[in-house]
């Protein structure tokens, strides 16, 4: 999605904005742009890469004391560079504006502008925040004022930053739904949509809140809330010490983000379980001071995510039944958000959530606070997202900063979160005897090295990707806990390769899309040595006597041998209850080999972002 990042200080802040927008590469972007002021307003755009922002800033010898910079991810009007932020509007004094999610109602106040005279010159919703700002301006003159009075007048999610030409010396932020944070610097102030974008200039960060308006100066900054009133009362706000490595988010030795985050999954998951490991049993603590509380009230659980998170969901369903024994339904956010269904308030919503900004998630958890369901727990990995705030209970994976849109790393952290949570609800609930919790805590500590033995495969899964890369269709087969697995197996190959891939439960394949197999279609299956893999090697014979090529994810001792047009990669341990995490491996390493194969953007899918902040 959109990015921002905005400076103002005593020296050139070009390279600060030049870095922070290639900070901000990895949300996804068509288009990028920057504005500062150098005798006049100087806005530069393209719809290349941040490098080539970077080359026009030599060529136009750009330069200023204050800037503000973007990349767009494409909602209103085609990726262009007429398209691309800033926007401006204004004739004696020009303003600039950048901004990040959606004005709902644009075509509202465009009309109404247009009225008055003012020309667009683009197809996007920014371009109405621009004139009506300029608008505002002329009767009021103060830009701080004009932008307060604006924003009670846009409907949306969003986060803007805005200058104005003849008032270079300060910048005018606000926050409305989308993240928006203040860098407070020694020689300088800043402002970005992601805290990675500042990690050169500032740790000090203040997380503006929803309504929050700010002017930043070069030395000083004040910040007052439009919630309850359109002119806004001064607020303090927390200046809070970024702790984030800018290791975390540099590439290192890797070729892309997806690998280093492919690798990092067991220090990841490590960090996530740390409390655990230490401990000699679960806390539901974990999940927040009220977390006993209400975990021993609730009765059933509701999952409500998107995307990878959702499969991650629906493996918790198959753990939540068969160990906490409560009923679980798992919802696609952006369908959950518009439907009529029953609240029971003995409900735990459950928000699963890699950026934790997720508009789909974030809106069906408000719908589901609406319906009635009292209680709520996000899982999330962005401590200070919009998620995190909304809900009575959180636990936050420590997977750290994932840059590459696929998500990896998040989603076997979230597993892992989800397994904790399953064996504290079956504990309150008396189903778990003493050993037992022993035996679930030692796997757990087992887990980070049981995934560096599983990232072992890398070299045989290498070796299919050539040949799978070639292909234009691709089946997943997966049953029970490991059918959401193959979905996810099947999202990864489809979002980085553009191989159309489906998954299906095994079981199902008789019923349809087995018309479908032929020498062109490979059939990756996950075979796990677990009560199903009878059932599953019938499907899979199915497959093998249609002439279909079985790409087989098998355990170590599931007893499934090599034949023409049957391929297996064995893990190594044989490893129960963590089976779907160990097994998502493969299927990321896959995903990524065929990617490289076939030459693709691995990091930056086509058409993709990495937080989905709008519809
Ligand atoms: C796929 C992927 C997406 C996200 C989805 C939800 O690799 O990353 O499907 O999982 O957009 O995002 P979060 O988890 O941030 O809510």
Same mark, same amino acid.
């Given at each position: ?440 805590? &030692?796997?757990?500590? $087992?887990? /980070?090295? @049981?995934?560096?033995? #599983? =990232? ?6 290498? %070796?299919? +990707? ?11 087969? &997966?049953?029970?806990? $490991?059918? /959401?697995? @193959?979905?996810?197996? #099947? =999202? ?6 553009? %191989?159309? +891939? ?114």
């Amino acid at each position: 999605m959109c990015g921002i990042i905005g400076a103002i200080a005593n020296v050139d802040i070009v390279p600060v904005l030049l870095k922070g927008l290639s900070r901000l590469e990895y949300r996804g972007y068509d288009s990028a742009g920057l504005v500062v002021v150098n005798d006049g307003l100087q806005r530069l755009r393209t719809t290349g890469r941040v490098s080539e922002l970077g080359k026009l800033v030599i060529q136009q010898k750009a330069c200023g004391l204050a800037g503000i910079a973007h990349t767009r991810w494409a909602t209103h009007g085609e990726p262009s560079e007429r398209n691309a932020h800033p926007h401006l509007s204004g004739e004696k004094s020009r303003i600039a504006v950048v901004h990040n999610g959606i004005i709902e109602n644009h075509e509202a106040i465009r009309i109404r502008l247009k009225a008055k005279g003012f020309k667009f010159t683009s197809d996007t919703d920014t371009e109405v925040i621009a004139h009506l700002i300029a608008f505002k301006l002329q009767e009021e003159k103060d830009l701080f004022k004009a932008v307060c009075l604006s924003l009670a007048e846009l409907q949306g999610a969003y986060a803007i930053a805005v200058m104005e030409e003849a008032h270079p010396e300060r910048i005018v932020v606000a926050r409305n739904g989308a993240p928006l944070l203040i860098g407070v610097g020694k020689n300088g102030n800043f402002v970005a949509s992601d805290s990675s974008a500042l990690l050169q200039s500032t740790r000090n960060i203040i997380y503006l809140e929803e309504g929050d308006v700010a002017e930043l100066h070069s030395h000083n900054y004040r910040i007052v809330n439009c919630l309850h009133n359109q002119l806004g009362d001064i607020v303090e706000r927390t200046i809070h010490e970024s702790h984030l490595s800018s290791d975390a988010v540099e590439l290192g030795p890797y070729a892309h983000f997806m690998q280093k985050e492919i690798f990092e999954q067991p220090s990841a998951v490590a960090n996530t379980l740390e409390m655990v490991f230490n401990a000699q049993s679960i806390s539901p603590n974990l999940f927040g001071n009220e977390a006993e509380n209400i975990f021993s009230r609730v009765k059933n659980i509701l999952i409500i995510a998107c995307g990878t998170s959702y499969h991650a969901g629906l493996v918790a369903r198959y753990w939540i039944e068969s160990v906490a024994k409560m009923p679980c339904n798992v919802e696609i956010a952006s369908e959950y958000r518009y439907r009529d269904s029953i609240a029971d308030p003995n409900t735990l919503v459950v928000g699963i959530s890699q950026s934790g900004e997720t508009a789909d998630t974030l809106a069906a958890l408000n719908h589901a606070k609406k319906l009635g369901h009292h209680y709520s727990l996000a899982i999330c990995n962005v401590p200070e997202s919009a998620l995190i705030r909304q809900t009575s209970l959180r636990f936050l994976t420590r997977a750290g900063p994932e840059i590459g849109v696929a998500s990896t790393k998040a989603f076997t952290t979230q597993l892992a979160s989800l397994l904790l949570l399953t064996v504290t609800l079956a504990k309150i609930h008396h189903l778990l005897s003493k050993d037992e919790e022993r035996h679930i805590i &030692g796997a757990l500590r $087992h887990l /980070p090295v @049981a995934l560096q033995i #599983a =990232l072992q495969v890398e070299s045989q899964v290498k %070796i299919w +990707a050539k040949s799978f890369a070639k292909k234009r269709h691709a089946l997943f087969l &997966g049953r029970g806990v $490991h059918y /959401p697995i @193959a979905m996810e197996g #099947a =999202l990864k190959l489809k979002e980085i390769s553009y %191989i159309h +891939a489906e998954a299906y439960a095994a079981g199902e394949l008789k019923h349809g899309p087995l018309a479908l197999v032929d020498n062109e279609m490979p059939v990756v299956a996950i075979a796990p040595n677990d009560q199903l893999l009878g059932k599953l090697k019938s499907n899979l014979q199915e497959v093998h006597a249609r002439g279909g090529e079985l790409y087989v994810f098998a355990d170590v001792d599931a007893q499934i041998i090599e034949s023409k047009n049957l391929h297996v990669i064995r893990l190594a341990e044989h490893t129960g209850l963590l089976s779907p995490i160990l097994h998502t491996i493969p299927l990321q390493l896959l995903a990524y080999y065929v990617a490289l194969e076939r030459g693709t953007d691995v990091d930056k899918p086509r058409n993709l972002a990495k937080a989905v902040t709008v519809e």
